[in-house]
């Protein structure tokens, strides 16, 4: 018997990453500018997204990837809507990753896209490692966490290019003070835009949506056409 | 909890490496694991020897190293964090936590970019072929 070490170097995260450079080629190719939402369970993830659908789908071509561990109880709230919606079970992970989304991706007409939401599985931890190919990665929490949720889990604040904080009318409640909760984001990433937000606000949504309309202008623009 | 399906994409680069150089065993997998990951190198190596086995890998030793972030700042600087700083934080009870107050650039005190470790890489693998191979 021989005995040989053979060096291998090969990242199990980086072959999630190529695959998700592939579909930022793919979305790019087609100009389409495309969010990655994730969030805890029952932060509102499919709310907010349903209240941005709503204000943006006269202007923008839109369609929802819609994660969900089983059922698919989200992708139909986004259909009703009357968008192109692909359900993703992800059966027992607890992510999406690149390979899920370039299999989603060859069922949308990206041609006739401008704006590709995401929405991931309700996860706070998971989601970090496991890079799509989106162009903007946005997290969502709510008040009812309570205010010690950020610390919790620092790594995905600290890679969000936005934060929301979510449900703030109802923080005195939940004995909660959502601008702890905004320093603490801060605290960890420094640079981050945090945007409070309730359903029942509307200028607190608009905020939201013009921050999606703002990126989505910036990605037209910079395209050679 | 993803390791197992982590533990699957490890177990098929280790036996597919090891069979295309005549391996009749794996003796030991090194990997080495972003501190910074979010993945349990006990819940791994025990994801991994449970799907190893009746394969070659079944009784193979299962190394986890650690690497500690690096950073990169504007002010040029790239390394590691500032240790001392780690131990400043001490009373925070997460060791993430601890690693991320830590971010901050130890030359120029601005919040720096991370470089490293978050990865989780198949370092290598000792094997075992016959004589004539």
């Known amino acids: 018997m021989l005995m040989h070490v053979i060096h291998m170097e090969h990242d199990v995260f980086k072959a999630n990453d190529k695959i998700a450079e592939k579909n930022r080629k793919k979305l790019d190719k087609h100009q389409v500018f495309s969010v ?183 990605a037209q623009k910079d395209k050679i056409y | 909890m993803h390791e197992l399906s982590i533990a699957c994409e490890i177990l098929e680069q280790v036996t597919n490496t090891a069979a295309a150089h005549g391996a009749v065993k794996v003796k030991h997998v090194t990997l080495q694991m972003g501190r910074l990951s979010h993945t349990n190198a006990e819940q791994l190596s025990f994801c991994f020897k449970a799907i190893a086995e009746e394969t070659i890998a079944e009784d193979a030793d299962f190394i986890v190293e650690m690497v500690p972030p690096s950073l990169e700042c504007e002010c040029g600087y790239t390394g590691a964090v500032d240790e001392s700083q780690i131990r400043e934080n001490s009373e925070l009870k997460s060791e993430l936590l601890a690693y991320i107050a830590a971010m901050d650039c130890p030359i120029c005190g601005k919040s720096a970019q991370i470089t490293g470790g978050r990865e989780l890489i198949i370092k290598s693998i000792e094997i075992e072929t016959k004589d004539d191979n």
């Open chain 1, 36 to 218: 990655n939402v994730m969030g805890a369970i029952g932060s509102g993830k499919t709310t907010l997204i349903e209240e941005a659908v709503k204000y943006l789908k006269e202007k923008y071509r839109i369609a929802v990837i819609a994660g969900d561990v089983i059922a698919e109880m989200d992708a139909s709230r986004f259909r009703k809507l009357g968008i192109p919606t692909i359900p993703v079970n992800t059966g027992k992970e607890c992510h999406l990753d690149a390979k899920l989304i370039e299999k989603a991706l060859n069922e949308i007409d990206l041609e006739n896209t401008d704006l590709l939401i995401i929405e991931n599985v309700g996860n706070l931890i998971c989601p970090v490692d496991f890079k799509l190919g989106e162009h903007l990665r946005v997290v969502i929490v709510s008040v009812t966490e309570g205010d010690d949720i950020i610390l919790k889990h620092p790594m995905i604040f600290k890679t969000s290019e936005l934060a929301i904080i979510n449900k703030v009318d109802v923080a005195n409640a939940v004995d909660v003070n959502s601008e702890k909760m905004r320093e603490d984001i801060l605290t960890l990433n420094p640079n981050v835009p945090v945007i409070l937000t309730s359903k029942h606000d509307w200028e607190s949504l608009e905020t939201w949506i013009s921050f999606l309309e703002l990126g989505l202008k910036k």
